[in-house]
């Protein structure tokens, strides 16, 4: 395998961006990546784009010609990668492969979602397609609802006191504050996310990721085309691993909900590509759709003991400065989740980190960063583990 | 990079399946698949779905986790890809990439579309948004009217006839009743494809291909794997190339109507990977999703001239027998086009010949094959050229 770096990454605010359609987002983030790699579009020979609904929400399929065509390198080789809410991860693995394959010198990872064209039940229609329609949606389960099993399951098996998980929304709102692509910025207080409205009991408005508009998107290349064309660029990021696991697509069919095992399927698969342990990751993103599924994932991820992912959270563990700093760009909580989008939005974000370029939020010495992205109700997880070689 | 090999293959019949799902079709495809192989299937470690429509059609996304989860090997890599009626082929791309890349041993492309069970005017809304949905969709084109200004375009330019053009569907006919998975195994005359309704003037009912429910899948795999797990199998299949390649979305912003550019990069990229040249190829599927389609494609290959390709049907040269046999299960016309799994039917039908298993279709002495899959109206085109090694 060949080896695989970063070398650009473009985005934009995730919002409600009613004046932009899917096109006019995927553009946007391409060329600011294009921009940032200080390489020509032409050098770009496949692009992979992330998205989960755009069929649904927008009618529109075929996004590789779509963004070929109005990037103006209609030719080069482009699909959709779709793995629901983790079709941005789903995406980058396999730009991953294609460049580790030898076969691509340099390619695109881009994700897109555009949540705000559509009526809203729409949006709930679309999100429950990531679990099963024959033998979960058509129930009328919701995503919310899903995930309250997960979150009530929790609390019953640890005695967790509600708050104590909820947090996790105080903390990502926290550093959403000084991030210009986040789509809410501003601190929020814990009696703030517990006096919120029930969405599905006992999950809160204030701790679930919003719905929103955007696109970001990477450039990865071979170390030939990094030596050629951005010799002189620093800060420039290797992938150590990209792992890809699913786990049983449906809760019900799981031996437990309190932790999903494609997250310690993939993680510890990425661990070892990388060859690194929990402890030597400087800087994390993990998928809180949910907070629930924030406290979880530090425990699957190796970075809290099982039970205890609330514990580090309290204890200050995941801020920046602590142990493991965590979401520090605001998450999926505070710096949005166009679902589709989202596995490169955390992309973005280490590589944010990882070049020291985070502003008020940088983690001193970022050298290791780790994204966890997440499909479904855990049916799928990727992990990307990335690192900063000069 | 590392060569691809592919020893196992699988398929449902093509037809209204109303009594199987989208998730039954996948589970059927795949294990005949498995055991077409003679491996197990925990030998797979990645899964990759060519599908188009199944949120529009079925609400059903995430299909790489509901696959894997009901084959019994949840914890593989697994997603769906989508490059509109050109998934099939995208998804066999990326599985190929997965194996050359050295990071899987072992994995399984499949595509699948379930059509019956939308009502007629979801799957034409589900059709167009393989086209721009804001500059062409909304104008109220079907998918079908696109290709009535490709098939005038050529009528005009080249002054042929409209019959024989139409011919082609009369060719697929022919062979599709040699074919048990076939969706319509019977003859047509010229004049039965002349005298059916028009669609969308001048293309005919019988010029178009079916809607039709159906999955294929292909087991892939590295040397490596071919030794150790499969070192007995007869008929073992090299993968000489694989090239996707995109075109501009739309037929209104492209030079030409009557070549379809993407077909013509693709193909010669693939030519010079698999180190051939179009007369030694010995049997060829192209994406006659309109009779118009197999003839430009033709062309576009390089079996035939410009203006020509229309000539080398009607002279008998795309018969079994013929200078270069073509779509000699039924292609997309007859043996069925279930949009999303035609790619990888195409590589069923090519991998049949090569292992002299087509029975009273069989090509003889065929050696090296040709699949050419295209999604939209050539926004994209993958090209796999496939070679008897043993």
New interface residues.
Partial sequence: ?EKVFIVGIGATKVREHWNL?L?DLMVKSAIKAINNAGINKQDIK?IYIGN??S??L?????????L??WLGI???????????CG?GG?AF??AF??V????YDCVMALGVEKMTDAITSDVT??L???????YV?FTGASFVALNALIYRAYIKEYGVKQEDIALFAVHDHKYAVNNPYAQYRREIKIEDVMNSPLIADPIHLLECAPIGDGSAAIILCNERFLEKKVSDQEGVIEVLSS????????LH?RDTYITL??TR?ASSKAYKMARIEPKDVNVVEVHDAFTILGVISLEDLGFAERGSGWEIVREGEIEIGGKIPTNTMGGLKARGHPVGATGIYQIFDIVTQLRGEAGKNQVDNAEIGLAQNV??VG??VIINILKRVR
């Fill in positions: 395998m359609s096109r496949a989960m609904s069929g649904y927008q009618g529109q399929e075929h996004l590789g010609a779509l070929a065509t209609a030719g080069v080789s482009a699909c959709k990668v779709e793995a629901a079709s789903a693995h396999q492969l294609a580790a394959s030898g076969l229609s679309a429950i397609m990531a679990d099963d329609q024959e949606a792992v890809l696991a699913t786990d049983i697509i449906s069919d095992n494609a399927v499909g479904g049916g799928t």
